[in-house]
């Protein structure tokens, strides 16, 4: 007997960086993303399918959206800062406009289906300057300390405080949290319609969600790299889950 469509596990997009690679013999370009984020789907009962920056991005983001119960925009290199009107910082990265509009577009699709979202590093970066906000684009020279990026490939960890009265709080639990950190840019002008939902004790912005009642989680850390705590790619599998049976129901009405 067949399994009823709503008990299907849902497909959760995630994106992706296109970048050189090697294996074997083989010196190309390809679509990469580290194992962490698709392990953390796969174990909080979703289904991942990466989603490779592609050339027409407007056309092609609806139709793939069309396809995904949620959507999360994973972290990588800078955002480009003349996507908000700023002069480049010398350490800024260089610029990958093919990402960004391809997630540009793909985060804009996802608000007008209201389709379940988790922005995390540079995804919450991506997000604010998609609502109109900007970014510190050196954080040592903004706040004093490279307490966020120590490099090396070596995660930080800092304490991040969370509001009682967030999505994320229900998620990890309100006050202080630790997360695991790795980024040089956060937050300067909160994006329009977007809510601040936890900070670092220095001021920075560590976590967004919108007013407007969709599911948006996104965190400036990241969680991935937590193999022991997935609850926030639990929260967005079971919010993806609502999502999918709401559409399934849709069509059969």
């Not at 304490?159 to 006050?175: E, M, W």
């Not at 009642?213 to 193999?227: C, F, I, R, T």
Request: with cysteine; hydrophobic share 40%.
């Amino acid at each position: 007997m067949a399994s009823n469509v709503s008990e299907r596990r849902p497909v959760i997009g995630l994106t992706t960086y296109l970048e050189q690679a090697k294996q074997g013999v083989w010196d190309v370009r390809a679509a990469f993303l580290p194992q962490q984020y698709f392990d953390a789907v796969t174990a909080s009962g979703g289904i991942a399918v990466l989603l490779p920056p592609q050339p027409f991005a407007s056309e092609a983001a609806g139709p793939v959206l069309d396809g995904l119960d949620g959507l999360i925009l994973t972290g990588g290199l800078d955002v480009q800062p003349e996507l908000y009107g700023a002069e480049r910082h010398p350490l800024t990265d260089p610029a990958r406009p093919d990402r960004d509009e391809w997630e540009l577009a793909l985060y804009r699709g996802a608000e007008e289906r209201r389709l379940p979202v988790l922005a995390i590093c540079r995804g919450l970066q991506l997000v604010n300057v998609a609502r109109g906000g900007t970014l510190h684009q050196h954080l040592p020279e903004a706040l004093g300390t490279e307490r966020f990026r120590i490099g090396g490939g070596v995660f930080a960890t800092n304490t991040v405080t969370v509001d009682a009265d967030s999505r994320l709080a229900g998620l990890v639990g309100a006050g202080d949290v630790e997360v695991h950190s790795y980024h040089h840019q956060g937050i300067d002008r909160l994006g329009h319609g977007l809510i601040a939902t936890a900070r670092t004790d220095d001021g920075l912005v560590q976590a967004i969600e919108s007013d407007d009642g969709g599911y948006l989680v996104g965190v400036q850390w990241h969680p991935e790299e937590n193999a022991e705590d997935r609850r926030l790619f639990a929260g967005l599998v079971a919010q993806a889950s609502a999502y999918s049976a709401g559409r399934n129901e849709a069509v059969s009405a």
